[in-house]
């Protein structure tokens, strides 16, 4: 029957591809799939993530695809949580209601009460699931191999043998409840202290192999969030949403397969709660760098440094042809950028960029397809709730902070530097990207650095005090020498890096790499002072050259923040946005700093800084006034270089218990810089 059944649709989806295309083909491949069983219908799924595989009229049928099950019998239920959880219904639930809420191929959804009242839904397997999925799974292998045997090179390019593998994954993690909880609970710790997204608890003890256990969920439908919310709860409800989105697709790598309408609950106040987790999916730490680096050249228009990044991730069949792929994607991506509204979209161009690959030889790793998939089937969502929302839009600030936050790291920046170096120097030439490790004991290649160092003369932390003397000296000797009447300059330094050594033997070890670096530089700036008052400078004239030094540290900092955001918005007030929040991420990154965000009007960025390591070194010091003319004094003119003005009432190294950031960027309001309680 299933042999039979299999081999009259792949006739008919042969005849369909050669242009001899019946209507009611996609209509009764649907139908024999839910015929044919369970595993089938899971088929069904997968597939319409795949439109490299089938077409798209086909893959449109499959989309459309509802489970159709019948209810079975509450005392098979009965017994199924007998054999799991032991003991009667009773022993665990205060209630258990007899009619299903949902009856699908593999398993039916009972609503229940604990015995302390609190409302759960139960999920409850099927019988005999196992024995019918393993025979299931004997059939399509036969098939797949007789398959390689008439239509091998669509085998190949299709690459199905390992979209097999992951079909018989998904569907195993579908018959194991207790690895779905698992599931679940991994989505819940990258959701913690996400305030827009719940995840349902799971119950453990009352979770097993064939029975789950966990929270039942009240909320909106899709469609009746769309239709009765007010325009301001949709809107936030929008920005949760894309919020979630780019976490899971981008940030995580952890993502939710299959999120219809049905798998996501609305509510009201502008939370989403996510439910069934049994199709999920994984991007390695590169893919995830890949795709950020390809959104990043397409919303610029950089066509072909965009295919560079997407091509990156193919595997090319033996009839491959780049010129063709390229052709397609240059086509697809022109597309994108004339279209109207609604028309076509970042999410729906990346899975037609994949169709071309494949269409011209280019194989894309199952993962990826179902990323591709699974992001344009959730964009869908948004554009539910905000017919007009272009995605790429409201993605842009929060890839701006995934991209900083990820060049930012100071491990990653080592480790990639630690590959680079030893082939540039010896060699004269860059490893190619094959000869790259992910991961490695990182502390053996510590270890070889110190001994190099030893090797040229280095100690671990002279090596360390050559790099920030020069970089300081770089900065300090011409603002220095050009001092009038003239210093002497060689003094001041070498009395400022006595003062520092005595300064930096009672330095804590900060939490974060970013605090330690703004740590010792405040160091190094109360030994500057300190070293030109000893030289005859007045305190004003001595506050004066230290601020100059350091804004001539700080100013080539702004740069990358500065132009990373103008590279992803054209709108002023998103680019203070960006660019702040890079630095908050490095190197003024929290738990060393605090930040908390405030509401403002729509012309400026506001947020608090509620911890400072360089204000409490200062105030240790007795030297909070040095800080107050020096370093928050440097907030100033990088608000002008960032295109805004500053606007602050106090800091934390004046007394106050936060250091108040208002950029404003509406150039025709005066600046309220005459509060200038920072500045007396």
Request: with cysteine; net charge negative; proline share 5%.
């Given at each position: 029957?299933?042999?039979?059944?299999?081999?009259?649709?792949?006739?008919?989806?042969?005849?369909?591809?050669?242009?001899?295309?019946?209507?009611?083909?996609?209509?009764?491949?649907?139908?024999?799939?839910?015929?044919?069983?369970?595993?089938?219908?899971?088929?069904?799924?997968?597939?319409?993530?795949?439109?490299?595989?089938?077409?798209?009229?086909?893959?449109?049928?499959?989309?459309?695809?509802?489970?159709?099950?019948?209810?079975?019998?509450?005392?098979?239920?009965?017994?199924?949580?007998?054999?799991?959880?032991?003991?009667?219904?009773?022993?665990?639930?205060?209630?258990?209601?007899?009619?299903?809420?949902?009856?699908?191929?593999?398993?039916?959804?009972?609503?229940?009460?604990?015995?302390?009242?609190?409302?759960?839904?139960?999920?409850?397997?099927?019988?005999?699931?196992?024995?019918?999925?393993?025979?299931?799974?004997?059939?399509?292998?036969?098939?797949?191999?007789?398959?390689?045997?008439?239509?091998?090179?669509?085998?190949?390019?299709?690459?199905?043998?390992?979209?097999?593998?992951?079909?018989?994954?998904?569907?195993?993690?579908?018959?194991?409840?207790?690895?779905?909880?698992?599931?679940?609970?991994?989505?819940?710790?990258?959701?913690?202290?996400?305030?827009?997204?719940?995840?349902?608890?799971?119950?453990?003890?009352?979770?097993?192999?064939?029975?789950?256990?966990?929270?039942?969920?009240?909320?909106?439908?899709?469609?009746?969030?769309?239709?009765?919310?007010?325009?301001?709860?949709?809107?936030?409800?929008?920005?949760?949403?894309?919020?979630?989105?780019?976490?899971?697709?981008?940030?995580?790598?952890?993502?939710?397969?299959?999120?219809?309408?049905?798998?996501?609950?609305?509510?009201?106040?502008?939370?989403?709660?996510?439910?069934?987790?049994?199709?999920?999916?994984?991007?390695?730490?590169?893919?995830?760098?890949?795709?950020?680096?390809?959104?990043?050249?397409?919303?610029?228009?950089?066509?072909?440094?965009a295919f560079h990044h997407f091509r990156a991730q193919t595997d090319a069949l033996p009839d491959a042809d780049e010129a063709a792929f390229f052709g397609q994607f240059a086509k697809?991506?022109?597309?994108?950028?004339?279209?109207?509204?609604?028309?076509?979209?970042?999410?729906?161009?990346?899975?037609?960029?994949?169709?071309?690959?494949?269409?011209?030889?280019?194989?894309?790793?199952?993962?990826?397809?179902?990323?591709?998939?699974?992001?344009?089937?959730?964009?869908?969502?948004?554009?539910?709730?905000?017919?007009?929302?272009?995605?790429?839009?409201?993605?842009?600030?929060?890839?701006?902070?995934?991209?900083?936050?990820?060049?930012?790291?100071?491990?990653?920046?080592?480790?990639?530097?630690?590959?680079?170096?030893?082939?540039?120097?010896?060699?004269?030439?860059?490893?190619?990207?094959?000869?790259?490790?992910?991961?490695?004991?990182?502390?053996?290649?510590?270890?070889?650095?110190?001994?190099?160092?030893?090797?040229?003369?280095?100690?671990?932390?002279?090596?360390?005090?050559?790099?920030?003397?020069?970089?300081?000296?770089?900065?300090?000797?011409?603002?220095?020498?050009?001092?009038?009447?003239?210093?002497?300059?060689?003094?001041?330094?070498?009395?400022?890096?006595?003062?520092?050594?005595?300064?930096?033997?009672?330095?804590?070890?900060?939490?974060?790499?970013?605090?330690?670096?703004?740590?010792?530089?405040?160091?190094?700036?109360?030994?500057?002072?300190?070293?030109?008052?000893?030289?005859?400078?007045?305190?004003?004239?001595?506050?004066?050259?230290?601020?100059?030094?350091?804004?001539?540290?700080?100013?080539?900092?702004?740069?990358?923040?500065?132009?990373?955001?103008?590279?992803?918005?054209?709108?002023?007030?998103?680019?203070?946005?960006?660019?702040?929040?890079?630095?908050?991420?490095?190197?003024?990154?929290?738990?060393?700093?605090?930040?908390?965000?405030?509401?403002?009007?729509?012309?400026?960025?506001?947020?608090?800084?509620?911890?400072?390591?360089?204000?409490?070194?200062?105030?240790?010091?007795?030297?909070?006034?040095?800080?107050?003319?020096?370093?928050?004094?440097?907030?100033?003119?990088?608000?002008?270089?960032?295109?805004?003005?500053?606007?602050?009432?106090?800091?934390?190294?004046?007394?106050?218990?936060?250091?108040?950031?208002?950029?404003?960027?509406?150039?025709?309001?005066?600046?309220?810089?005459?509060?200038?309680?920072?500045?007396?």
């Amino acid at each position: 029957m299933i042999l039979w059944t299999l081999r009259r649709e792949v006739r008919a989806l042969r005849r369909y591809n050669l242009q001899s295309r019946g209507e009611t083909d996609p209509t009764r491949f649907v139908e024999a799939l839910i015929e044919l069983g369970p595993t089938f219908v899971k088929l069904g799924q997968i597939l319409s993530t795949r439109p490299d595989i089938l077409p798209e009229e086909y893959v449109a049928a499959l989309e459309r695809l509802q489970e159709r099950a019948p209810v079975v019998p509450l005392d098979v239920i009965k017994a199924t949580i007998k054999t799991e959880l032991g003991g009667k219904l009773a022993d665990h639930f205060e209630t258990f209601e007899c009619d299903p809420v949902a009856s699908a191929s593999l398993a039916q959804v009972h609503r229940a009460t604990l015995k302390d009242g609190t409302v759960v839904a139960v999920k409850v397997q099927r019988p005999d699931m196992d024995a019918l999925i393993s025979r299931d799974m004997a059939a399509l292998s036969f098939g797949i191999t007789i398959l390689a045997k008439i239509v091998p090179r669509k085998l190949r390019r299709s690459n199905l043998s390992d979209f097999f593998a992951e079909f018989r994954r998904y569907t195993l993690n579908e018959l194991d409840f207790a690895a779905e909880a698992q599931t679940i609970e991994r989505f819940r710790l990258n959701f913690v202290g996400h305030d827009t997204v719940t995840i349902p608890n799971t119950y453990q003890k009352l979770t097993t192999r064939r029975v789950l256990t966990m929270d039942w969920v009240e909320g909106l439908h899709l469609g009746d969030a769309a239709a009765i919310l007010t325009d301001e709860k949709k809107d936030k409800l929008v920005s949760g949403l894309v919020n979630m989105l780019l976490k899971m697709f981008v940030s995580d790598g952890l993502f939710h397969a299959d999120l219809h309408p049905g798998n996501i609950v609305f509510h009201s106040d502008g939370r989403l709660t996510l439910l069934d987790f049994g199709m999920y999916g994984q991007l390695e730490p590169r893919q995830q760098d890949r795709f950020i680096l390809y959104w990043m050249a397409v919303v610029q228009g950089q066509t072909r440094r965009a295919f560079h990044h997407f091509r990156a991730q193919t595997d090319a069949l033996p009839d491959a042809d780049e010129a063709a792929f390229f052709g397609q994607f240059a086509k697809l991506a022109e597309e994108f950028y004339t279209s109207p509204l609604r028309e076509t979209s970042l999410a729906k161009i990346y899975l037609e960029m994949m169709q071309a690959g494949y269409q011209t030889g280019f194989v894309f790793p199952a993962s990826l397809m179902l990323h591709a998939k699974a992001l344009t089937t959730a964009e869908a969502l948004l554009f539910e709730l905000a017919p007009d929302a272009r995605f790429e839009q409201l993605s842009r600030p929060y890839i701006a902070r995934e991209f900083a936050a990820r060049v930012a790291s100071p491990n990653r920046l080592a480790k990639r530097a630690s590959q680079i170096l030893p082939e540039l120097l010896l060699l004269g030439e860059l490893p190619p990207q094959t000869a790259m490790d992910e991961d490695w004991d990182w502390s053996t290649t510590k270890a070889l650095a110190n001994d190099l160092a030893s090797q040229i003369g280095l100690t671990n932390v002279d090596g360390g005090r050559t790099m920030l003397r020069d970089l300081v000296e770089h900065h300090a000797l011409p603002i220095l020498q050009a001092t009038k009447p003239a210093l002497n300059v060689p003094d001041i330094l070498k009395a400022t890096w006595r003062r520092y050594d005595e300064l930096e033997r009672n330095l804590r070890i900060a939490e974060t790499t970013g605090a330690m670096i703004t740590t010792h530089l405040a160091a190094l700036t109360l030994a500057i002072y300190e070293s030109l008052v000893a030289q005859g400078q007045s305190p004003e004239e001595a506050h004066g050259l230290v601020y100059q030094i350091g804004w001539s540290i700080y100013e080539p900092m702004s740069e990358l923040p500065l132009m990373l955001a103008k590279t992803l918005s054209a709108d002023p007030t998103k680019q203070m946005r960006i660019a702040t929040n890079v630095f908050r991420k490095f190197p003024f990154g929290d738990p060393a700093y605090g930040w908390r965000d405030i509401d403002t009007d729509p012309n400026t960025v506001g947020f608090d800084c509620t911890k400072c390591p360089v204000a409490s070194f200062f105030k240790q010091h007795d030297a909070s006034g040095l800080c107050v003319k020096t370093w928050c004094a440097l907030d100033y003119p990088l608000a002008q270089k960032w295109g805004g003005k500053l606007e602050r009432t106090g800091t934390i190294a004046m007394g106050d218990d936060h250091c108040d950031f208002r950029w404003n960027m509406d150039p025709a309001r005066p600046s309220q810089q005459n509060n200038t309680k920072a500045e007396t």
